[in-house]
Nanobody
């Protein structure tokens, strides 16, 4: 079992930055690939970024590529999402997730989820 707790969300102006953190419990964190997803009101949950268990491979949605960076610290059982050049369309609840199956990009493939953290970007 893995429990995930996100933090770092908030209100920021367009062009600003935020850093989300996802703290995981459990001794097997370092064996899991991790992902970040987001869901805006009235929209489906969408993939944002993912990282392999070692941190050696990262994956991004086209909409955030070049602006967001996913990273992890296995010694701290934490995965991060650095978000720069934020846009109003980035406004959503952001979720971290662990242990995807065959695809990093599909939310349904992940076994464990955090409760989410709200990110609001004002124009």
């Amino acid at each position: 079992q893995v429990q995930l707790v996100e933090s770092g969300g908030g209100l920021v102006q367009a062009g600003g930055s935020l850093r989300l953190s996802c703290a995981a419990s459990g001794r097997t964190f370092s064996s899991y690939a991790m992902g970040w997803f987001r869901q805006a009101p009235g929209k489906e949950r969408e993939f944002v970024a993912a990282i392999s268990w070692s941190g050696g491979s990262t994956y991004y949605a086209d909409s955030v590529k070049g602006r967001f960076t996913i990273s992890r610290d296995n010694a701290k059982n934490t995965v991060y999402l650095q978000m720069n050049s934020l846009k109003p369309e980035d406004t959503a609840v952001y979720y971290c997730a662990a242990d995807p199956g065959s695809s990093y990009y599909l939310w349904s493939e992940y076994d464990y989820w955090g409760q989410g953290t709200q990110v609001t970007v004002s124009s």
